[in-house]
């Protein structure tokens, strides 16, 4: 049986709105081993961040719990208190927030808030430490680095330093929303180069959150499809790239491709995804599929066991050879 680092089990999230409540994740499975770098892949407001964040419990207070359990090493996570919770934020669990900028102080040194991560986890209040780590993310003037608050650094040298700060506690899982989003593409493979090594050499896991095909097929060993708060496909990532089963994987993988492909025309896939609001009890993604049949309108599709992948799409019950071999 294989030991997780972490299991989540069908969690469903909802946000208490003026008329009422919407859930926006919807049931979600995802396990991480030791040591494995998994990523989220979908379009914005699929629920990505909200299921990413809800392992550590950091969404604002109109967050409900509808149901499911996250087991970190074996411990269920849901039930603790805010103090057991802040036992394990940044340092077995660390969190790389989607917009650097707000999330470190401005008008506090850099050292200072390296200082505060490592006093919080009551770790040695090491300088030495915090030079060692800012070197391991690439700042090379550490020294100096030490002394600079974020608003004299450029966007680029912030998102070191929030990895940085993610690492510092020597985390069990990392996870990294969006690291990349916001720098330019070579300072995109640096970074991914980097936690690669970092995951290697310390075996941390990894959790990386992205809309980018490229950076998943970059970094990750498996990939989670999710559309409309829910996983659609879950797989190995060569295969899920070189054989996508779900149509919103492979209208991905074409968007990817057309972008990265010299010479091939641009794909692009039509219409947008539901919000919240607007999720109905048929598959999310029926009314941009091009393979939909009229029960994809009408029913919840299940998530189903294709060899050693998952899929949520009725193309995979018995009754549709013919139409999957269109893909
Ligand atoms: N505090 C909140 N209150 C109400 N709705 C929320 C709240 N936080 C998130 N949501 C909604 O939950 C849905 C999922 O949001 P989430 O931030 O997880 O999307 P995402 O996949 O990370 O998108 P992006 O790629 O843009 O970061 C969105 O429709 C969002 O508006
Ligand atoms: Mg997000």
């Known amino acids: 049986m294989v030991d997780y680092l972490i299991e989540i089990n069908g969690l469903k999230i909802s946000f208490k709105q003026k008329n009422g409540f919407v859930q926006v994740v919807r049931g ?3 396990k ?7 990523g989220i892949l979908g379009e ?3 629920g990505k961040t909200v299921s990413a964040t809800s392992i550590l419990r950091l969404e604002d207070e109109s967050a409900i719990y509808d149901s499911g359990q996250i087991f970190f090493k074996g411990k269920e996570l849901t039930d603790l208190s805010e103090s057991e919770y802040q036992k394990i934020r940044g340092n077995q669990i ?11 102080i401005p008008h506090k040194k850099i050292g200072k808030q390296l200082m505060g991560v490592l006093k919080r986890h009551d770790l040695p209040r090491s300088k030495e430490k915090i030079l ?11 020294e100096t680095v030490y002394e600079m608050y974020p608003f004299q650094l450029s966007g680029g040298q912030n998102q070191r330093i929030m990895i940085a700060q993610g690492i510092i506690c020597g985390p069990d899982l990392l996870i990294a929303d969006e690291p990349t989003s916001s720098v ?3 300072l995109r493979k640096v970074i991914l180069d980097m936690l690669k090594e970092i995951n290697r050499k310390t075996g941390m896991a990894i959790l990386m959150i992205t809309h980018d095909f490229e950076v998943i ?10 559309y409309g708060g829910l996983i659609m496909e879950e797989g190995p990532m060569a295969e899920v790239m070189s054989n996508p089963l779900h149509p919103y994987t492979k209208a991905l993988t074409y968007c990817a491709q057309s972008i990265y492909q010299n010479g091939s025309d641009l794909f692009t896939l039509s219409g947008a995804p539901p919000t919240p609001a607007e999720f109905k009890l048929e598959c999310p993604f029926a009314p941009r599929c091009s393979f939909k049949r009229s029960t994809c309108m009408l029913e919840m599709p299940m998530m189903m066991e294709v060899d050693d992948r998952k899929v949520r799409c009725v193309l995979y019950r018995e009754e549709y050879p013919d139409v999957r071999s269109d893909l």
Do not use: H, P
């Not at 660390?94 to 470190?104: D, G």
């Not at 097929?217 to 999710?226: A, E, H, K, L, S």
């Open 94 to 104: 660390a969190y790389i927030f989607q917009n650097a900028s707000t999330a470190l």
């Open 217 to 226: 097929n970059y970094i990750c060993d498996r990939v989670v499809v999710m």
């Open 44 to 46: 914005s407001g699929c």
């Open 184 to 186: 330019d593409v070579a």
């Open 132 to 142: 060692v780590t800012l070197e391991s993310v690439g700042i090379t003037e550490a």
């Open 28 to 30: 979600i499975d995802l």
């Open 32 to 38: 991480i081993k030791r040591g494995e770098i998994v």
